[in-house]
């Protein structure tokens, strides 16, 4: 029965993902995404619990909160008016994943390699920025500039578990990293750009994901 639980809350959760695209794909727009989007990051943490609870580790209350901001960030972007609450929950999500993996990590082992490629994030940062701040009212280009900082800064964290940590582990919750940047890069675009959202939930359900089951195999 080891695993069997976690198992069925992994195929539940494919079976949101596919429903969440198919919503996306052919634009179903409000209905169907004002039902998913809240559900999603709840039944995230219950699967991160019970994941860490079958593998025998602790459950971090750092996730815990990082996944709360999340769900609190998919609900307020329900509302466009609450556009700027939204990044601020989505920004101490950051936060709370930079703790926690930067947990554990012993910094004097870290590859100069890695350290150094701080320098590819703020050139991913710069070329994300260059295009957006232009169509970004002045009140919001600091937030904006914020944010980008503390994405780039939880994906680099991210990174920085390179060697330190199950593979398995590190890859999952890098990946997730990247798919995190790409689906609020996406999103930005859209929202200020007007370009398509298409493939948001996507990035995103799958950044979410990612991560969360990379802290559980780090168990």
Known sequence: MSGSISNILNIIFLIIFLEASYIDCRNAERHGRRFLKPALMPFLIVVYCTG??????SVSVFMILALACGFAGDTLLLKEK???FGLAAFLLEHIFLIIEFTRGITFSEIPVIILAAIVLYALAGWLILRGLLPAIDRNMKAPVFLYMTAILMMSYTSLLRFSQTDMNSFLCAFIGS??????????????FLKKSDRLVMETYLAAQFLIA????LAV
């Open 52 to 57: 860490m609870i079958e593998a025998g580790g």
């Open 82 to 84: 609450y556009f700027t």
């Open 178 to 191: 990247l798919l995190f940047i790409t689906s609020d890069s996406i999103l930005a675009y859209n929202v």
């Open 213 to 216: 089951t990379g802290m559980i």
